[in-house]
């Protein structure tokens, strides 16, 4: 069965850093269709970081030149650096990957409105002022 296990969460000043972990197992891990997201009670998951479906990195605007996505591929393991934390970015974050082999599209279609089919139970990561 497939298992998605986020850890690295925890509470930071603005201006902190933490580095997420998301450790994969349970199906053939690929390095395309997977990724980072966030939600906040009352609001609307929102894309972080993806790898789209030709393994390109792509991020949501408002993370840009802050967050990096990486994978280490012989490790099933997939990360996401932050720097820079703001109070804005306060929210559960979840890895989530597409299991069933489909095509999740590329650039802004995979990180804005691609429904990935595999979720993480999520790590929470808190920005205070």
């Known amino acids: 069965q497939v298992q998605l296990v986020e850890s690295g969460g925890g509470s930071v000043q603005a201006g902190g850093s933490l580095r997420l972990s998301c450790v994969a197992s349970?199906?053939?891990?690929?390095?395309?269709?997977l990724g980072w997201f966030r939600q906040t009670p009352g609001k609307e998951r929102e894309g972080v970081a993806v790898?789209?479906?030709?393994?390109?990195?792509v991020y949501a605007d408002s993370v840009k030149g802050r967050f990096t996505i990486s994978q280490e591929y012989d490790k099933n393991t997939l990360y996401l650096q932050m720097n820079s934390l703001k109070p804005e970015d306060t929210a559960m974050y979840y890895c989530?990957?597409?299991?069933?082999?489909?095509?999740?599209?590329?650039?802004?279609?995979?990180?804005?409105?691609?429904?990935?089919?595999?979720w993480g139970q999520g790590t929470q990561v808190t920005v205070s002022s």
């Open positions: 349970g199906y053939a891990y690929s390095s395309h269709c």
């Open positions: 989530a990957a597409e299991t069933r082999g489909r095509w999740c599209g590329s650039g802004w279609f995979s990180v804005t409105f691609y429904e990935y089919n595999s």
């Open positions: 790898y789209d479906a030709h393994g390109t990195a």
